[in-house]
């Protein structure tokens, strides 16, 4: 597996790679405190790269109930 890179602060403790394990490469993030994994592709991460900060932000409050 690549390298891999940990980003923290007071919210979240995450670990990023590269998989290269797969038909194509995919970031594998790794919550470290949660001990949740998810994969995504490039098609994923251009969508998260596309929302606007409102659209982005919506979906990060905890408070948020999905309708």
Same mark, same amino acid.
């Given at each position: 597996?690549?390298?891999a890179w940990e980003l923290s602060n007071e919210f979240a403790w995450v $670990? @990023?790679?590269v998989d290269t394990q797969g038909q194509s490469p /995919? @970031? /594998?993030i790794d919550d470290l405190r949660?001990? $949740?994994t998810v994969w995504l592709d490039a098609f994923q991460l251009a969508a998260l790269a596309g929302l606007d900060e409102a659209t @982005? @932000?919506?979906h990060l409050d905890p408070g948020h109930v999905p309708s």
């Open positions: 597996m690549a390298p $670990r @990023l790679q /995919r @970031l /594998r949660h001990d $949740r @982005l @932000l919506t």
